[in-house]
């Protein structure tokens, strides 16, 4: 009878990588990595009626943008956006304290108008200084920068309790206006 | 010579058989970190810059739409709504909606995230308008796409 060799035969594998390389060149190729890096709101959901929320007056920190991405900031002209985060982190932690500003962080509102013309550019840049005032206090409450309260995970359940309570009670009441011309 | 004469015929190789395995690991890593590209990109734009940008977590619950200029000059060079690659007037922006809502699943419906990725140029109008649309549907989780602030 024939007798088999004893050696193992052996399959030659080495272009298996060749072909697991193709595969992967082609997935490079064929896919973006997406980077969802952005600002995000809440819009306010439609309702039938329209409600007027009783605001008062100095609870209220209205920023308006016109078609020359001019700001007027509590009747102030200002040419850009520069330092508007210090002001309104200002008004939000003041509690009652000066009679003009607002009572408390979570009554207080900023309120964003633009013109239909304003260029979205204008408007982010406004919006990244509002979200960069909230999230420093945030940080704050729980001894973090602003950049790392940002940067916190909401799928990590450590990091989602800090979260939480980094905003517990101070909503980010961040109005959008319909621009009205 | 020597008595103890070591007998090597065969010429020391390097095993190849991992290389297959360690490509195929980096071919899932791909796999699952990226999202295949739906279409040609039909627009250009360049979404403002932004510092206090947060990454959004959930990726199966975005979907994105895009205010852009037609990369086919024959098209003009005003803004346009673009998603999926099809170009969109704001009358078909609802239907869409409701059709990428339809797709997700039950629990996951309300929770839909529109990613904005418009132009640092686009007028607010445009922008305001889409926004309505929005709200009409109740789609109100937005993300403003902004790149990597100054």
């Keep these: ?181 | 010579m020597s008595k103890f004469r070591v007998k090597n015929s065969t010429k020391p190789t390097i095993s190849m058989s991992a290389m297959p395995d360690i490509v195929f690991l980096l071919l899932f890593f791909f796999m699952v970190t990226a999202v295949m590209r739906q279409s040609e990109e039909v627009t250009r734009q360049r979404p403002p810059q932004a510092k206090e940008y947060r990454v959004t977590s959930n990726k199966s619950l975005i979907k994105e739409l895009i205010i852009g200029r037609p990369s086919d000059g024959k098209l003009g060079e005003g803004f346009r709504y673009v998603a999926n690659g099809e170009f969109l007037s704001l009358d078909q922006i609802r239907p869409w909606l409701l059709k990428q809502r339809t797709s997700l699943s039950e629990w996951a419906r309300p929770r839909m995230i529109i990613v904005l990725k418009a132009d640092e140029d686009v007028d607010m109008g445009m922008i305001a308008d889409l926004q309505q649309e929005l709200r009409e549907v109740n789609a109100v989780k937005l993300v403003y796409r902004t790149l990597e602030g100054p």
């Design chain 1, 1 to 181: 009878m024939y007798k088999h060799s004893r050696k193992p035969v052996e399959l030659n594998t080495s272009s298996m990588a060749d072909i697991a390389f193709l595969l992967l060149i082609f997935s490079l190729v064929a896919t973006t990595i997406s980077q969802d890096k952005g600002l995000d709101i809440r819009l306010p959901p439609k309702s039938e009626f329209e409600q007027e929320l009783p605001i008062q007056e100095r609870n209220l920190f209205k920023i308006r943008i016109n078609g020359n991405n001019q700001l007027l900031v509590e009747n102030e002209v200002r040419e850009n956006a520069e330092g508007l985060s210090t002001e309104v982190k200002a008004f939000i932690l003041n509690n009652g304290r000066d009679a003009s500003s607002s009572d408390s962080p979570e009554k207080a509102v900023v309120s964003v108008k633009t013109s239909r013309g304003t260029k979205y550019a204008a408007f982010i840049s406004v919006l990244d200084e509002l979200k960069g005032a909230y999230y420093e206090i945030y940080g704050e409450r729980v001894g973090l920068t602003s950049g790392e309260y940002r940067k916190l995970d909401q799928n990590n359940p450590e990091d989602r309790l800090l979260y939480q309570k980094g905003k517990e009670g101070i909503p980010m009441n961040i109005s959008i206006a319909e621009p009205d011309f």
